[in-house]
């Protein structure tokens, strides 16, 4: 049995990485066991890619350690990289080779004999649906076909662990849900542990057995996609007022049948249990206290909802406020 076989596939434990003042990633500990499929979910700028280049061994920590297929990511480089495959968040292909020309190039990298080679790709290409379309050159493919080559060549080495960083950005919706069915078929198929960065909700829940909500370098809170939303406690009542949100939220606290409530541009978010029961009661106290309520929105909580809970921000802001950081960051330094 090869080394790290009995291990998770990952641990992580107190992981910190610094560029100069600027702490990217702060003391971050998790695990993912063999065979699951684990979300970082965070907006543009938590941390997350960093934390994969770390786990690629692309970057060194400031401190902390972590293994990955049982190998240390600091003085066991090579062999955590013979272990691993990537799906880059930028593009990463040769556009000028065919799709079966880059997947080959792949292997040789990799030091795999001819004749296995050839039968990788055939299968890697049939996993993702790209068998007819192995002799056209890349340069002459779609975005969503690009990825799935690039799927298939993460794939090709029969890797313990497959990174995706962002693996549908920038791709339409269709396309991203049947990258999502390729992902979730690679899982399970081949039993691949995949480890992948996003900022899409949606994706996170679709797709993980596991999520951490990454925030400002930090895990903020982790489990399944329904323990996280189950955490919140019931249903969510968004009422867009017409007068004084924050008198409104304060007359909420207190009441027994309200599990949690946050106020939000103008906007108030309440937990309660049977919400299309509540929401009468709650737009009667609106009414009471001469708020008007211009639109009432039920809805099961979302993995929105635990970061908005956990962080008080919705991901969408925290990646304007973190480009703007940016750009006074990079002012900052041009005026020097």
């Known amino acids: 049995m090869e080394r790290g076989e009995m291990d998770p596939a990952i641990t992580v434990e107190g992981l910190t990485r610094r560029f100069g003042s600027l702490t990217a990633v702060d003391a971050v500990s998790f695990t993912v066991d063999r065979g699951e499929l684990f979300a970082l979910?965070?907006?543009?700028?938590?941390?997350?890619?960093?934390?994969?280049?770390?786990?690629?061994?692309?970057?060194?920590?400031?401190?902390?350690?972590?293994?990955?297929?049982?190998?240390?990511?600091?003085?066991?480089?090579?062999?955590?990289?013979?272990?691993?495959?990537?799906?880059?968040?930028?593009?990463?292909?040769?556009?000028?080779?065919?799709?079966?020309e880059n997947l080959d190039f792949h292997g040789m990298m990799y030091g795999i004999p001819r004749a296995e080679r050839a039968r990788r790709i055939a299968g890697v290409l049939e996993?993702?649906?790209?068998?007819?379309?192995?002799?056209?050159?890349?340069?002459?493919?779609?975005?969503?076909?690009?990825?799935?080559?690039?799927?298939?060549?993460?794939?090709?080495?029969?890797?313990?662990?497959?990174?995706?960083?962002e693996p549908t950005l920038g791709l339409d919706a269709q396309t991203r849900r049947r990258i999502w069915e390729y992902i979730r078929r690679m899982n399970r198929e081949e039993g691949v542990t995949i480890i992948l960065t996003t900022h899409y909700m949606e994706e996170a829940d679709y797709l993980s057995g596991r999520v951490a909500i990454i925030d400002r370098g930090k895990i903020v809170a982790m489990g399944t996609p329904h323990g996280l939303k189950d955490i919140l406690g019931g249903d969510v009542v968004t009422l867009e007022l017409d007068g004084d949100a924050g008198a409104f939220l304060t007359l909420?606290?207190?009441?027994?049948?309200?599990?949690?409530?946050?106020?939000?541009?103008?906007?108030?978010?309440?937990?309660?249990?049977?919400?299309?029961?509540?929401?009468?009661?709650?737009?009667?106290?609106?009414?009471?206290?001469?708020?008007?309520?211009?639109?009432?929105?039920?809805?099961?909580?979302?993995?929105?909802?635990?970061?908005?809970?956990?962080?008080?921000?919705?991901?969408?802001?925290?990646?304007?406020?973190?480009?703007?950081?940016?750009?006074?960051?990079?002012?900052?330094?041009?005026?020097?």
């Open 127 to 165: 996993l993702v649906e790209l068998t007819e379309k192995a002799d056209v050159l890349v340069q002459n493919y779609s975005g969503g076909m690009k990825r799935r080559l690039e799927i298939a060549r993460g794939l090709i080495h029969h890797p313990s662990v497959l990174f995706l960083d």
């Open 252 to 336: 909420l606290v207190g009441i027994p049948w309200v599990k949690g409530a946050k106020e939000h541009d103008g906007e108030v978010s309440v937990t309660v249990e049977m919400g299309e029961r509540r929401v009468p009661d709650l737009v009667a106290l609106a009414l009471g206290q001469g708020i008007t309520v211009r639109s009432v929105l039920l809805r099961k909580p979302s993995l929105e909802d635990v970061f908005l809970h956990y962080t008080g921000r919705t991901i969408r802001e925290r990646e304007v406020t973190a480009n703007e950081s940016r750009k006074e960051l990079i002012t900052r330094r041009m005026l020097r």
């Open 41 to 100: 979910l965070g907006p543009n700028g938590a941390g997350k890619t960093t934390i994969i280049n770390m786990l690629i061994t692309l970057l060194s920590p400031s401190s902390g350690t972590a293994r990955v297929a049982g190998f240390d990511v600091v003085r066991e480089k090579d062999a955590v990289r013979r272990h691993i495959g990537i799906v880059f968040q930028e593009p990463a292909l040769d556009k000028d080779l065919t799709g079966k």
